[in-house]
């Protein structure tokens, strides 16, 4: 099988949310996507865009995507790419798509100046966690992730 990455094009947003479906309904949680096709192509290719995404292809049909962004570290001073979500649909896992994401994007990040290269995993979540301890990468236990979202932060700002 082989195995491509290429920059998404605003032609993908309904493949791409397709793979925003799928990642939600395997992580438990498909009645939380507000994603449209519209939402989707104004947000990442509309003129205020600030993510970027990637399209996995094997033998030339989309296997999975990534979705990123830069961060930036103080204690650096330098940009730092953090990878939002990443996602291979279930008949290409083992293929070494999601690999080839996180190779990508590390080569990325290196070309582009990067410090850091971060992401989030749900804890649960063991086949991916093995795939990123595979690559080298390793758990920051001392940092606790917080989020304000939704009704809880419009509270907060309006107070």
Known sequence: MAISIRDAVPGDAATILRFITELATYEKAPHEVEATVERVHESLFGADAVARAVICEADGKPAGFAIWFYSYSTWQARKGLYL?????????????AGKALLKHLARTAVAEGCGRFEWSVLDWNEPAIRVY????????????????????????AAD
Do not use: N
């Not at 939002?84 to 070494?96: A, H, N, Q």
């Not at 758990?139 to 907060?156: D, H, I, N, V």
């Open 84 to 96: 939002e979500d990443l996602y291979v649909s279930p008949e290409f896992r083992g293929s070494g």
């Open 133 to 156: 301890e595979a690559v080298g990468a390793e758990p920051m236990s001392e940092w606790t992730r917080y989020r304000l979202a939704g009704k809880g932060l419009e509270a907060f």
